[in-house]
């Protein structure tokens, strides 16, 4: 069999810049956030609604600054 501690956890959404990485001397993951060139022992929280956020904004161009409306019809 395969060793336990060669072994990572299952793969969670993370958000951008973020990575999970194996501590071999504390057996268990840690995380990485690259945006801020920090580590963490435990994961970011990331709600459902951000994660569909973050997959719509990465997904679609990005939407002009300032748009016109246009004038109401009585």
Do not use: C, F
Request: charged share 15%; aromatic share 6%; no cysteine.
């Amino acid at each position: 069999g395969v060793a336990a501690k060669n072994i990572m956890a299952a793969p969670q959404q993370l958000p951008p810049g973020w990575e999970a990485r194996w501590d071999p001397q504390q057996a268990r993951n840690y995380y990485v956030d690259h945006n801020t060139k920090t580590t963490h022992w435990r994961p970011p929280a990331v709600s459902a609604a951000a994660t569909a956020a973050l997959a719509r904004s990465t997904a679609q161009p990005a939407a002009p600054a300032m748009r016109q409306q246009q004038p109401q019809q009585q």
